[in-house]
Nanobody
């Protein structure tokens, strides 16, 4: 079975940090572009960041640029999303998406809640 799995969500206070991890079962994500998305209650899913498989190039949404950092460790088959200076508006379910040619896999998501 081919799975994408996120972990690392939780509840933090504003200004706090969390690190999300994305890994796979049944295939390696080393060849995949990995995107992080989030969906808050009542809102559409939005892209947060992505990291290239070819050269590790990264992209960030304006709302998180300078606060979030994505990286990949191919030896561990894991992509990370380091989230610093968290704000209440970052509260959402965060999803990891792997894309390679016509192959696309989504994880089930991990909840991130930022509140006092």
């Amino acid at each position: 079975q081919l799975l994408v799995m996120e972990s690392g969500g939780g509840t933090v206070q504003p200004g706090g940090s969390l690190r999300l991890s994305c890994t796979t079962s049944g295939f390696t994500l080393n060849y995949y572009q990995i995107g992080w998305f989030r969906q808050a209650p009542g809102k559409e899913r939005e892209g947060v960041s992505c990291i290239s498989a070819a050269d590790g190039g990264t992209y960030y949404a304006d709302s998180v640029r300078g606060r979030f950092t994505t990286s990949r460790d191919n030896a561990k088959n894991t992509v990370y999303l380091q989230m610093d200076s968290l704000k209440p508006e970052d509260t959402a379910v965060y999803y990891c998406k792997g894309a390679w040619n016509s192959y696309i896999y989504w994880g089930q998501g991990t909840q991130v809640t930022v509140r006092p």
